[in-house]
C-alpha cells in the first residue's frame, strides 16, 4: 500500500498570513497514463471532506483561488496564499492511482 | 446540483450486520464509479470500498474484505455496503463519495454506524 505522509500535523497560521502542508508518498504517485493522482481534501468541522485541488494543482469547482497545489513524483505541497476563518479544519492529501485509495493523517489548521 | 444522501447507519452489537444506501441524485449515476470511505470519532479518514460505474469491478481495503460488500442499483440510483460480522473497529462514520478522474469529487453528510454490546 502506498503511505501519505504529511506534515506538520497541526497549524496554526495568522489571519492573512499563508500556510503550506507538506504530503509525501511512499512510491511515485505517477500512474501508467500518465497522471498523478494526487488531491487535497478540506474538511471543516463537523463537515464531510470536500474536495479542493485534483491531479496535483488543479482547483475543484467553486474552490478560492488562494488554494493552490504543487509538487511531483512523491513530494507534494498544499498552499494557502493568506489564510481566513473559513479555512480552519483537516486537510488530507490522498492518492488515487492505484488500490487501496490511502490518505494522510490530517494536518489541522487554526487561527492563532 | 450533486446530492449523496447516505442511510442505514445505526447501533449494533459485536458479529451484527448492517446495509447502508447511499442515494444519488443530480448527475448521470450509472456513469460513475462509487466509492465508501469511514473516519472513526476523531480519527482520520480509511477508504473502504469501490465499485466500478456497471458494478464490473470491485475493491475492498484489507480490513474489510471478506465482511463486507459494496453493491450498487442503477435503476435506482443506490450505492450499498452490506457490512457483516461487524467489529467495535468499524465504528465510524461512513461517506459515500463520487469517483471521478480527479479523485473523490463529492461526498454526502456521512451515516454512523456503531458497534457495541
Known amino acids: 500500500d502506498i503511505v501519505m505522509t504529511q506534515t506538520p500535523l497541526s497549524s496554526p497560521v495568522t489571519l492573512g498570513q499563508p500556510a503550506s502542508i507538506s504530503c509525501r508518498s511512499s512510491q511515485s504517485l505517477v500512474h501508467s497514463d500518465g497522471n498523478t493522482y494526487l488531491s487535497w481534501l478540506q474538511q471543516r468541522p463537523g463537515q464531510p471532506p470536500r474536495l479542493l485541488i485534483y491531479?496535483?494543482?488543479n482547483r475543484f469547482s467553486g474552490v478560492p483561488d488562494r488554494f493552490s497545489g504543487s509538487g511531483a513524483g512523491t513530494d507534494f505541497t498544499l498552499k494557502i496564499s493568506r489564510v481566513e476563518a473559513e479555512d480552519v479544519g483537516v486537510y488530507y492529501c490522498?492518492?488515487?492511482?492505484?488500490?487501496?485509495?490511502?490518505f494522510g493523517q490530517g494536518t489541522r489548521l487554526e487561527i492563532k | 446540483q450533486v446530492q449523496l444522501v447516505e442511510s442505514g447507519g445505526g447501533v449494533v452489537q459485536p458479529g451484527g450486520s448492517l446495509r447502508l444506501s447511499c442515494a444519488a441524485s443530480?448527475?448521470?449515476?450509472?456513469?460513475?464509479?462509487m466509492h465508501w470511505v469511514r473516519q472513526a470519532p476523531g480519527k482520520g479518514l480509511e477508504w473502504v470500498a469501490f465499485i466500478r460505474y456497471d458494478g464490473s469491478n470491485k475493491y475492498y481495503a484489507d480490513s474489510v474484505k471478506g465482511r463486507f460488500t459494496i453493491s450498487r442499483d442503477n435503476s435506482k440510483n443506490t450505492l450499498y455496503l452490506q457490512m457483516n460480522s461487524l467489529r467495535a473497529e468499524d465504528t465510524a462514520v461512513y461517506y459515500c463519495?463520487?469517483?471521478?478522474?480527479?479523485?473523490?469529487?463529492?461526498w454526502g453528510q456521512g451515516t454512523l454506524v456503531t458497534v457495541s454490546s
Open positions: 490522498t492518492q488515487a492511482t492505484q488500490f487501496p485509495i490511502t
Open positions: 491531479k496535483i494543482s
Open positions: 443530480g448527475f448521470t449515476f450509472s456513469s460513475y464509479g
Open positions: 463519495a463520487i469517483a471521478t478522474v480527479r479523485g473523490l469529487d463529492y
